[in-house]
C-alpha cells in the first residue's frame, strides 16, 4: 500500500512542475507499452476459496508477478508493467483505476477466479465494460484476442467475452483497453488442481503477455 502511494505522489509532483517522469516519456514516444496488471482482492479480502483450499487472491497475485518477471528475463523489459499491488494487502477499486489513469496506461487487465455454487461449472470468462466509453471496441477486440489464445494455448474452456458494470471496468473505459479475466472456477475440482500447480502460473502469465505482445 505504501508502495503504491509513494509511487501516485512521485507521478503527480512531476507533472504538477511541468516534468515528466520516464515512464510517461517512454508512452508518449511510442517506445513502450504500459500495462497495469491489477491482481484482484487481497489482505482480508480473499476472494473466492478453492475447493482444495487455494485462495482466489494468492492465485492472481502469483500471476501477476510472473507476468512482471517474464516481462523482465524473457520480453527483455518489451513493456512497461506495473502491478496496482504486489504483496498481500488489500487495495481499494478506486486506487486501482486511479493507477492505470495517471500513469496514461494502454492495457488495464484485472486477474480474478471465479466460483460457481454449482460445482461442475467451468471455464474462462473475459469481461469488458457494460458502460460504452472510448476504448469499447479495442477492450473488445483484445478479449476476444485473449480469450480465444487462452482457450487455445492452456486448454481452457471458453465461456465467453461478456459484459458488466464492474468498476475496475467502467473506470477504465475512457483511459486505455481493459478487461477483467476470470482464470477458471474454484469451485470446480479440476480446475481448482489446475491452478494450485506451480508449474502451471507461468504457462498462464506466458499466454497474457505474448497475447498483448501482439496488440
Known sequence: MVQFKVLILIILVLELFGLHSPVLAQTNQNR?????IDPGHGGKDSGAVGVNGILEKDVVLKIAKQIVELNETVFKN???IYLTRYKDTLISLGDRTKLAKILKAD????LHCNHSDDPNVRGLEIYVSKKQGKYSRKSILLAYDL?????KNLGFESRGV???????????VNECKSMLLELGFLSNW????FLKKNRVIPSI???IITLVNFL
Do not use: C, M, P, W
Not at 480469450?147 to 482457450?151: A, T
Not at 461478456?162 to 477504465?172: C, E, G, M, S
Open 32 to 36: 513502450k507499452q504500459i500495462i497495469v
Open 78 to 80: 518489451q513493456f512497461e
Open 107 to 110: 492495457v488495464f487487465i484485472s
Open 147 to 151: 480469450q480465444k489464445g487462452l482457450k
Open 162 to 172: 461478456k459484459f458488466a458494470d464492474f468498476q475496475v471496468l467502467r473506470k477504465t
Open 190 to 193: 479440476d480446475e481448482s488442481r
Open 205 to 207: 502469465a506466458y499466454s
